[in-house]
Each structure stands twice: as structure tokens, then as C-alpha cells.
T-cell receptor, first 114, second 115 residues
């Protein structure tokens, strides 16, 4: 079945450091790929998405590129802030399932210190 | 702002005492989902509704039921909560099935504690 693998956390960075959170996927069809962010005590918010190979999703300084050849969708940000501390989930949605079933990775906690 | 609203944010119930969690949406989306998220884990889909059609995940326990009286509201009923059901419950919506490039919109969740 479809699956998503994320790097284990927590990822601990100082403010203004460069961020990479790795995400790879396995899917039988042609999935859409998403990054969701979850702040403490809150639900999930869509951070960015990409729907086909070579698409780049971007939002709030974060970006990720859909790489079909490496089945990856790594999240990057050039300069993190304390307010970026949260849990980040990579997810896919396969077009062949007939409805939008999200398959999530296990999440990566990011801690940014001043 | 159009949104997904879950009530209450925190719910405490006793072991074995039925509990209902509610979700409402102003997005007019056809599909509503319920997820269970345990501490430090990814959300796990329990079931979803497409309009009035109910779709249960194969591994969702019978203890969990759902109702959708109209487009805007959806309820999660836990008939006899056990200690293992303590979790965050997330409601989400999406416009329609078969459009996997459309993101789901999540509420802030209800954190359920079992005494």
C-alpha cells in the first residue's frame, strides 16, 4: 500500500538556521503531495502542496519540490523563526482511491531556539 | 471566514460512559472525515462521509460510530470509551471525492480524556 516516510525528530535549530525535513513516499498511482503543520494544541493546517512531478509548492518561506525520480518531497526553509516550532506532517493523496484519503508520515517535531 | 469548528475543545468522560464529539463546517464541502490522533503519532482515519454515504475504515473499532444529519454537521459517537480511546479527535472536510489535489481542511480538534 501507499506509505510516507519522514525523518525522525525532534529537529533542533537556532533561529535563522536552514531547515530541511526529509520525506519520501511509495505509491502505486500518481499522488498529490502535501505538507501540513500542527502547532501545539491545534489541528492541522495546510502548509503547501504539489500535484504533479517537478511542481514546487511554497508558502511562508517554506518550499518543497515533487521529485518523481527520487519519490521525495523534502521541506526546506532558508531561515527559521521561533514561531516555526511545530510538528510537520508529510502526506500523500492517491488519485486512484476514488476519494481523497490522506496517508500521513509520522510527523517531525521542529524546535527553534532564539 | 469559512472554517471547520469542533466542540468542545476538551472533553472528559468516564470509562464506559458514551460521549459525542461534534464538528460543523461553513465550507459547504461534500466530504467530512474523522481522524484519531494519539500522542506523538500521525492522524489515523476512522471514517468519512460523502454527503450521506458513510465509509468506515476496515480497522475502525465498532465502538466508534458517526452521524451526519446535514451537510454542515457531523458527530462522532464513542459508545463505551476505554482508556485506549484517549486521544485528539480531528474533523476535516474536502470539496468532493476523486479530486485528490484538493487539500483537506481541519478543525482544531477535541482532546478526549478518559477517567
Amino acid at each position: 500500500g501507499d506509505s510516507v516516510t519522514q525523518m525522525e525528530g525532534p529537529v533542533t535549530l537556532s533561529e535563522e538556521a536552514f531547515l530541511t525535513i526529509n520525506c519520501t513516499y511509495t505509491a502505486t498511482g500518481y499522488p498529490s503531495l502535501f505538507w501540513y503543520v500542527q502547532y501545539p494544541g491545534e489541528g492541522l493546517q495546510l502548509l503547501l502542496k504539489a500535484t504533479k512531478a517537478d511542481d514546487k509548492g511554497s508558502n511562508k518561506g517554506f518550499e518543497a519540490t515533487y521529485r518523481k525520480e527520487t519519490t521525495s518531497f523534502h521541506l526546506e526553509k532558508g531561515s527559521v523563526q521561533v514561531s516555526d516550532s511545530a510538528v510537520y506532517f508529510c502526506a500523500l493523496s492517491d488519485q486512484n482511491t476514488g476519494f481523497q484519503k490522506l496517508v500521513f508520515g509520522t510527523g517531525t517535531r521542529l524546535l527553534v531556539s532564539p | 471566514d469559512a472554517m471547520v469548528i469542533q466542540n468542545p475543545r476538551y472533553q472528559v468522560t468516564q470509562f464506559g460512559k458514551p460521549v459525542t464529539l461534534s464538528c460543523s463546517q461553513t465550507l459547504n464541502h461534500n466530504v467530512m472525515y474523522w481522524y484519531q490522533q494519539k500522542s506523538s503519532q500521525a492522524p489515523k482515519l476512522l471514517f468519512h462521509y460523502y454527503d450521506k454515504d458513510f465509509n468506515n475504515e476496515a480497522d475502525t473499532p465498532d465502538n466508534f460510530q458517526s452521524r451526519r444529519p446535514n451537510t454542515s454537521f457531523c458527530f462522532l459517537d464513542i459508545r463505551s470509551p476505554g482508556l485506549g480511546d484517549a486521544a485528539m479527535y480531528l474533523c476535516a472536510t474536502s470539496p468532493e471525492p476523486g479530486r485528490s489535489n484538493q487539500p483537506q481542511h481541519f478543525g482544531d480538534g477535541t482532546r478526549l480524556s478518559i477517567l
